[in-house]
Nanobody, 125 residues
Framework: QVQLVESGGGLVQVGGSLRLSCVTS????????MGWFRQAPGKEREFVAA????????YYADSVKGRFTISRDNAKNTVYLQMNSLKPEDTAVYYC??????????????????WGQGTQVTVSS
């Protein structure tokens, strides 16, 4: 049974920073691509960032490009999302997810086979 556990969310002021972490159980973490998505109240879950198994290839939503950085530490089975210059519109529940291969449809929720329970990020103005 694969489990993904996010942490690091919280309340932050506009312009502040947070780093989210997602620890994945299992021995094959380094074989998988990983992604971060977010869901605000009343909205659909949307893509934030993704990276391949090595971390050498990364993708970002236009809304976070230049402010967020996705990275991974395969020795720790962990993927990170560093979020800087936070805005009120970044407020959402953030989810990490595992994907067998990065592929061309990384921005769709389809293709991710395991998801974490989510961590709340609230940006106050």
């Amino acid at each position: 049974q694969v489990q993904l556990v996010e942490s690091g969310g919280g309340l932050v002021q506009v312009g502040g920073s947070l780093r989210l972490s997602c620890v994945t159980s299992g021995r094959t973490f380094s074989s998988y691509a990983m992604g971060w998505f977010r869901q605000a109240p009343g909205k659909e879950r949307e893509f934030v960032a993704a990276l391949n198994w090595s971390g050498g290839t990364t993708y970002y939503a236009d809304s976070v490009k230049g402010r967020f950085t996705i990275s991974r530490d395969n020795a720790k089975n962990t993927v990170y999302l560093q979020m800087n210059s936070l805005k009120p519109e970044d407020t959402a529940v953030y989810y990490c997810a595992r994907r067998p291969a990065l592929g061309g449809t990384y921005y769709y929720t389809n293709g991710y086979d395991y998801w974490g329970q989510g961590t709340q990020v609230t940006v106050s103005s």
